[in-house]
T-cell receptor, first 116, second 116 residues
């Protein structure tokens, strides 16, 4: 099965600074890597995802990089704002028989706090 | 359009009781997932439906847990003889047909189950 490790568990930054969260995965066949943001008491919401055929994807202040050789991917948030404060989860799918139907294994989460 | 909905939002029950948790996915989404999220943890996979059938129930902790999706839309997660360790937030997610590449999973708000 897939094993996903996420670091750090907590991250505290000043408003305007950058934040980086890293995840490693074990299954080299994994082909899709989403990042979810979860505010306290709310549902997880997808903020960005990347597929294994690209190395980087950017959406405004958020970017994700993927290193398939090293089996790790990272979330980068630039110009952080207090509203970025939340728990962030990375995930990777279980791939069986060459296909993945989307069963996700999640990392342990990173509590990001952005201080004004 | 409406997102994934779950009822009830909160459920408090006594040890040994039976509970049912309902998920209403996004219309037209054929894939439906149940996850369980304990405090401070990432969601953990329970079961996956493709249409009406449970394609993967490997995450169900034991035979007290069962889920159905009789018409390929609404799903019900059933827990018999509840134990205090079952207390968690139960999340439902749906996605369009994943095919060979997984698609974004849209999460519901979850049901917070508390077993006294």
């Amino acid at each position: 099965g897939e094993n996903v490790e996420q670091h750090p568990s907590t991250l505290s930054v000043q408003e305007g600074d950058s934040a980086v969260i890293k995840c490693t995965y074990s299954d080299s066949a994994s082909n899709y890597f989403p990042w979810y943001k979860q505010e306290l008491g709310k549902r997880p919401q997808l903020i960005i995802d990347i597929r294994s055929n690209v190395g980087e994807k950017k959406d405004q202040r958020i970017a994700v990089t993927l290193n398939k050789t090293a089996k790790h991917f990272s979330l980068h948030i630039t110009e952080t704002q207090p509203e970025d404060s939340a728990v962030y989860f990375c995930a990777a799918p279980v791939v069986a028989g060459g296909t993945s139907y989307g069963k996700l294994t999640f990392g342990q989460g990173t509590i990001l706090t952005v201080h004004p | 359009g409406a997102g994934v909905s779950q009822t009830p939002s909160n459920k408090v029950t006594e040890k040994g009781k039976y509970v049912e948790l309902r998920c209403d996915p996004i219309s037209g989404h054929t894939a439906l997932y149940w996850y369980r999220q304990s405090l401070g943890q990432g969601p953990e996979f329970l079961i996956y439906f493709q249409g009406t059938g449970a394609a993967d129930d490997s995450g169900l902790p034991n035979d007290r847990f069962f889920a159905v999706r009789p018409e390929g839309s609404v799903s019900t997660l059933k827990i018999q003889r509840t134990e205090r360790g079952d207390s968690a937030v139960y999340l439902c997610a749906s996605s369009a047909q994943p095919g060979l590449a997984p698609n974004e999973q849209f999460f519901g708000p979850g049901t917070r189950l508390t077993v006294l």
